[in-house]
């Protein structure tokens, strides 16, 4: 089975300013997907980032990348030019290789971020 | 992107009474739909998988009897709670992933459904 432990329940950045939140799993799993997922106060699940974990490359979307060390089994997300709109709860999530009702996803407990102005 | 619905997106109803969620792939199909609860402040925890002409299959320490999933077509997926109490006040929210999606795919969330059993 695989587990996603994300530590810190709370963090809170000055606006415009850069900020890392951290998520690590663990797996017996060659192949999977990792993703981190934003759900802001509309409780909407949108999708952050992905990360296949046979691609070395970091993935990056605008403001947003990831820093993926396999090794460590470690997946942090960082934001920078933090804006008043990424004040959300964030998920890390796993996902083992598969489609269908393998492709379920497992995820950590959560952060909440607090972006001020 | 690729959309999914839920109706309703509120529902209150007395205890003992069953409640029935819809969950809709409205521009794809999906042969397979997640659900998942969660409380506030806390993660989403997965309850079922439901799979399209067959039996759902549920995760560990779910009660298959209370939270009835049907999953009749490609598009659409239902949470029956039944004999509702006030402990199953919760957000209940369903997934998608792309029928022919490749593996790793995204997958697609519904909006949510807020439940209050009084």
């Known amino acids: 089975a695989q587990t996603v432990t994300q530590s810190q329940p709370e963090m809170s950045v000055q606006e415009a300013e850069t900020v890392t939140l951290s998520c690590t799993y663990d797996?017996?799993?060659?192949?999977?997907?990792l993703f981190w997922y934003k759900q802001p106060p509309s409780r909407q699940m949108i999708l952050v980032i992905r990360q296949e974990a046979y691609k070395q490359q970091n993935a990056t979307e605008n403001r947003f990348s990831v820093n993926f060390q396999k090794a460590a089994k470690s997946f942090s997300l960082k934001i920078s030019d933090s804006q008043l709109g990424d004040t959300a709860m964030y998920f890390c999530?796993?996902?083992?290789w598969g489609t269908g009702a393998n492709s379920k996803l497992t995820f950590g407990k959560g952060i909440t971020l607090s972006v001020r102005p | 992107g690729a959309v999914v619905s839920q109706h309703p997106s509120w529902v209150i109803c007395k205890s003992g009474t069953s409640v029935k969620i819809e969950c809709r792939s409205l521009d794809f199909q999906a042969t397979t739909m997640f659900w998942y609860r969660q409380f506030p402040k806390q993660s989403l925890m997965l309850m079922a998988t439901?799979?399209?002409?067959?039996?759902?299959?549920?995760e560990q320490g779910v009660e298959k009897d209370k939270f009835l999933i049907n999953h009749a077509s490609l598009t659409l997926s239902t949470l029956t709670v039944t004999s509702a109490h006030p402990e199953d006040s919760s957000f209940y929210i369903c997934s998608a992933p792309a029928l022919g999606g490749r593996a790793g795919g995204e997958q697609f969330f519904g909006p949510g459904t807020r439940l209050t059993v009084l």
């Open positions: 439901s799979n399209e002409g067959s039996k759902a299959t549920y």
């Open positions: 797996t017996s799993e060659s192949n999977y997907y």
């Open positions: 999530a796993f996902m083992k």
